[in-house]
């Protein structure tokens, strides 16, 4: 019998055996990697739980109007994501060593990117547009923002777009803040054009249901408060500019010659009391364009004072809550892009229009006898604004967070320090 079965016996040769014993090995490795790969990502996931957990324990203590707006202000936003950050380690400390694996850089933007999924609303949060019971457009423009050149866009994308073209008289005294009985006046007459319409006028934000009528689509342009009232200076004082006042009023007083002559930064410089910045200052003239806050915050004598805290806050919640873009000059390309995303309606083509005809558009009230100014003097003026410049800083980023909201891969956010290659002259 046993030499039955040692004939029977098969013969396994060498190399068979060995390379069973090579995929037994790296059927073990595999597992093994495999099993860490898992291992990574459960990590990641407690950890990107553990950052939800804390955000939302962290946004239920800030106090907020998301019962009437369904959303914090973009301030609250950005707080809650600054804590966040700090406390739950979502933004730790790299270690101290000169290169980094590919998983470890990997790991942090895996965390990055589910953060800004989580704490980054939803356009339709930030799309006031969709809030109003009309199709008016209210375009109550700032003074050198470029609003001439919006202006005349809007002109032609009314006749591209079909829908109403409306504009305010030239005035000889431009009064932008109103009594109440005038504010409601003017709510009646914009509320009474053919819908679809928009309105163009130099005026302080409106609340037209104050008055019982509903609310347009407002919409207006900011610039760098700076430059804004180096470019005013020199605008009330170009020759052109009192030839059309002239032409327009012809019995209108000639400005004094040294007025017209002085130069900002003599005036800066010397203290005259024309270039004196005074925080808290109460100046209401037809020359005083030095707060861009007014044409947010309203008609109220609490937005009167320059550079106060008040007027700032007001703005900033009425930009929040009420208007559907407020664009940037220095980012006319982000500032087209949002029009275009959030009220196409009106802004549907503006960008492809503004660009084919930017040579028509850049001779739009352009300048050419405003002087260079020293950074040096820019810096003193630049002191007594900071509330302004907070202001523009908070416009524009929440023109930036309305492009990130889109959720649009191809949309690219200028950094902070990046400029237009273009811009309309001013």
Not at 9 to 25: Q, W
Not at 87 to 108: C, F, H, M, Y
């Amino acid at each position: 019998m046993d030499q039955l079965f040692r004939q029977r016996r098969i013969t396994v040769p060498k190399r068979t055996s060995e390379l069973v014993a090579l995929v037994a090995v790296s059927c073990t490795l595999f597992l093994f990697l495999h099993t860490r790969d898992l291992s990574t990502k459960l990590q990641r996931m407690q950890r990107l739980n553990d950052d939800v957990t804390a955000f939302n324990h962290l946004t239920d203590k800030i106090p907020t109007d998301r019962t009437e707006h369904a959303y914090a202000s973009e301030q609250e936003y950005k707080e809650a994501l600054e804590v966040l950050r700090r406390n739950t380690g979502a933004e730790r400390r790299k270690p101290e060593r000169i290169l980094a694996t590919q998983s470890e850089v990997d790991e942090e933007e895996f965390q990055q990117n589910a953060l800004d999924e989580v704490l980054l609303p939803k356009a339709w949060e930030l799309n006031n547009t969709a809030r109003t019971d009309s199709e008016l457009l209210f375009f109550n423009r700032v003074p050198k923002v470029g609003s001439q050149t919006l202006m005349e866009l809007l002109r032609r994308l009314s006749i591209r777009n079909r829908f109403g073209f409306n504009r305010d008289n030239v005035q000889r005294v431009e009064t932008i803040r109103l009594s109440p009985a005038d504010q409601q006046g003017l709510a009646a007459m914009v509320s009474a054009y053919d819908q679809p319409s928009s309105y163009i006028k130099h005026v302080c934000y409106t609340n037209f249901t104050r008055y019982g009528y509903p609310n347009p689509i407002y919409v207006n342009v900011v610039r760098d408060p700076i430059e804004r009232v180096i470019s005013w200076y020199y605008y009330v004082r170009a020759p052109w500019y009192y030839v059309e006042r002239k032409r327009a009023f012809p019995d209108l007083p000639l400005p004094d010659p040294a007025w017209l002559k002085k130069d900002f930064e003599t005036c800066v410089l010397s203290g005259d009391r024309e270039c004196r910045y005074i925080e808290g200052e109460f100046r209401e003239s037809i020359g005083d364009h030095r707060r861009q806050t007014l044409f947010f915050c309203g008609h109220e004598p609490e937005c009167i004072p320059f550079n106060s805290f008040e007027a700032l806050q007001r703005a900033k919640r009425v930009v929040e809550q009420q208007y559907a873009v407020v664009g940037v000059l220095e980012d006319m390309n982000s500032t087209l892009l949002a029009f275009e995303r959030y009220i196409p309606r009106f802004f549907d083509g503006a960008s492809q229009l503004y660009w084919e005809a930017q040579n028509t558009f850049n001779r739009i009230n352009r300048n050419n006898f405003k002087p260079p100014v020293s950074e040096a003097v820019k810096q003193i003026v630049r002191s007594n604004f900071t509330r302004e410049i907070e202001f523009y800083e908070f416009c524009r980023q929440r023109l930036h967070l309305q492009l990130k909201a889109l959720r649009d891969p191809t949309i690219v956010i200028p950094s902070r320090r990046r400029r237009r290659a273009h811009r309309p002259a001013l």
